[in-house]
């Protein structure tokens, strides 16, 4: 087998050419953890950012919802292939790959994004930009594990999972103190320049250990000088033989699968909450993404703290499984909010904050598990380990997209369809008070035949309060002696009152006659005949058309209004009301399905490496301390 030599220099450095043949003192590995975190964290918010202004993209490229969706699953699946390829970090290396996914990514949003037309040109960048997130996501916390020693490694991974979560808050941050009238694509290019500013740094400064470092255990800093010993004489081409081989095994595949499922809340957080709240509480853009400033900012607190206390207790499982109940918890207080569309911004401020809490509780360990998980197999394959995750993960991700649009079907028609429904509902809004006050079956029946006498007498009856028979009387009396009762109406209150009285009042009566002919402009002769008419109708049916004539002749107006608006204007509200009245519990599906993903998370956590009881992992690292100095003498001699 071909081993490695000893080389003369501490490093190589050229363009291509980062190894560091001596592991790094703290100054240097500090820098290389700190440009892998920003580095990812840029990578991330570029990414993210489509999410947070979804709907302005879906309107001005004419994207349907389930387009959009579709747009990122194709980015997921591609992103997956991507990921699961990047396991020759192994063989080749790591930083050069993530120097040349910045350059690539910035260059994408800065013009890429800003000169795309159509919606089939952005969803190839935002498939281009996806699968440098998918290699991203295996080199980066490949090179956090290279760095980082096991008793540090919780620590180490809870800075670089604040990767994905700040680049959620500065997305968060971003658009939500921008102005809703801002263009989309200026929020691109911004993103492009801070990527260039970032790819210049990583060039600059990003190191990687030379294979033979990379590709041992080392639990704590004290391995550092037994690490570099074995570098000397380390078969490194044997190490990696069948590497896919070596890593794809239960306790590997099985977690990654877990964590997968358990961060779809996540995912549908990050890709989607702008358009569900919006959608169904009716939040600017702006708003909607301010949840997330306080939501993304709860998220990193928790990973560096249980990060911390991770290292500290040396234990992982007990803060993934504590992590997954609080996350499980607040996710169905959460959901159930959904129908409740009177719930406060505060309100969602707290839900979202104390479920991301919950997310990062358990995330963070899981990270250094996993990693931990993988080097108990073999620690020269930890990017191929990471490869299989990054598969696993862009795969269920993917699935979990697909299927939003299936179950929440009414998303593209609030996103189409909603703003004009808000003008239409703002220019026909008396009309629509009144359409509130009919039966279902009523209105299907106008609909069906808009000169149904008898639809027509209920849908009075139902605007005005009356019952339908009188409705019914009120409408014979108008049809039979309606000249009559306009007459009626004409007069004062007293005339009538005298005239009800004793209709043999000469007085009254030639009062009435005076006041029909001025206000009905018709002749005293004209006005005569019709008080004369007036006076055949039975009293009681006179009283009813005194009492609701007035509430009847409304309605009916109102009727009337609600018939001249167009039916296709009609139609949209109609669409649109039933996909609101919808969506809420459709939601409710989607986010069960969520809190599915973060129970079955803990029985996994059992498979992992990594102890539950501090004493027992104290007692552990103990042991290993003495083999370390037993090995360090034995290479001395």
């Not at 087998?1 to 450095?13: L, V």
């Not at 929440?408 to 239409?424: D, F, R, S």
């Not at 009285?501 to 004209?526: C, N, R």
């Amino acid at each position: 087998m071909a081993t490695t030599t000893a080389r003369p220099s501490t490093t190589r450095w050229s363009l291509w050419d980062r190894e560091l043949t001596e592991y790094p003192k703290d100054r240097t590995r500090f820098l290389c953890l700190g440009i892998v975190v920003l580095a990812t964290i840029v990578l991330y918010y570029q990414y993210y950012l489509a999410g947070a202004i979804a709907t302005h993209i879906m309107t001005d490229l004419h994207m349907s919802f389930a387009w959009y969706v579709n747009m990122g699953v194709v980015g997921y699946i591609f992103g997956a292939a991507a990921s699961f390829f990047t396991g020759i970090a192994d063989k080749y290396g790591r930083a050069n790959i993530v120097v040349v996914g910045l350059l690539l990514v910035a260059l994408l949003c800065l013009i890429g994004v800003p000169a795309s037309g159509s919606r089939i040109v952005f969803g190839t960048i935002f498939t281009l930009i996806g699968v440098v997130e998918g290699i991203i996501l295996v080199a980066t916390p490949a090179l956090i594990r290279d760095f980082s020693p096991q008793l540090g490694r919780a620590s180490a991974m809870g800075f670089w999972t604040l990767g994905p979560v700040l680049g959620s808050l500065v997305v968060s941050l971003q658009v939500s103190n921008s102005s809703d009238t801002t263009p989309w694509k200026h929020h691109y290019m911004v993103a492009g320049v801070v990527g260039l500013v970032m790819t210049l740094v990583a060039a600059a400064f990003l190191r990687e250990l030379a294979p033979g470092l990379r590709d041992q255990l080392m639990v704590s800093e004290r391995d550092r000088a037994l690490i570099e010993a074995r570098a000397k004489g380390i078969d490194v081409e044997g190490s990696l033989q069948r590497p896919l081989r070596q890593m794809l095994k239960p306790d590997i595949v099985l977690s990654a699968l877990a964590i997968s499922v358990f961060l779809i809340i996540y995912y549908a957080a990050v890709g989607f909450f702008p358009v569900y709240f919006q959608t169904i509480f009716g939040f600017t853009q702006s708003k909607a993404n301010g949840l997330g400033n306080l939501t993304w900012g709860a998220d990193a607190v928790a990973l560096i703290l249980i990060g911390l206390l991770s290292d500290k207790l040396r234990v992982r499982k007990p803060f993934m499984v504590v992590g997954a109940l609080v996350a499980a918890a607040f996710t169905i207080a959460f959901l159930t909010r959904a129908t409740h569309p009177d719930t406060s911004y505060t309100t969602f401020e707290v839900l979202v904050a104390l479920m991301a809490l919950g997310l990062g509780i358990a995330y963070a360990p899981w990270m250094a598990s996993f990693t931990e998980t993988v080097e108990r197999r073999n620690p020269a394959l930890t990017a191929t380990g990471l490869a299989v995750w990054g598969l696993v993960i862009r795969i269920v991700i993917a699935v979990s997209v697909f299927i939003l649009p299936l179950i929440v079907t009414t998303a593209t028609t609030l996103v189409e369809k909603g703003p004009v429904a808000q003008e239409y509902a703002a220019k026909y809004s008396t009309e629509l008070a009144t359409a509130a006050k009919l039966d279902p079956a009523t209105s299907a029946a106008l609909t069906k035949d808009p000169n149904d006498a008898a639809a027509g007498a209920k849908a009075v009856s139902e605007i005005s309060g009356v019952p339908v028979g009188d409705v019914t009387t009120v409408a014979t009396l108008n049809a039979q002696h309606g000249d009559a009762l306009a007459a009626a109406a004409a007069l004062d209150p007293a005339t009538a009152a005298a005239l009800l009285a004793d209709p043999t009042d000469k007085k009254a009566g030639a009062a009435a006659v005076g006041q029909i002919s001025a206000k009905l402009g018709v002749s005293a002769a004209e006005a005569t005949s019709r008080l004369q008419e007036l006076a055949t109708i039975p009293s009681d049916q006179l009283a009813l058309v005194a009492r609701d004539g007035t509430k009847i002749t409304d309605a009916s107006k109102q009727l009337a209004a609600l018939g001249k608006v167009p039916a296709a204007d009609l139609a949209l509200l109609q669409k649109v009301s039933k996909a609101s009245e919808d969506s809420p519990h459709q939601w409710q599906t989607y986010y069960w399905i969520a809190v599915g993903g973060e129970l079955v998370f803990i029985p996994f956590v059992f498979l992992m490496a990594g102890f539950w009881s501090p004493r027992r992992a104290k007692r552990h690292e103990e042991e290993h301390e003495a083999w370390l100095e037993e090995e360090l003498r034995r290479l001395s001699a």
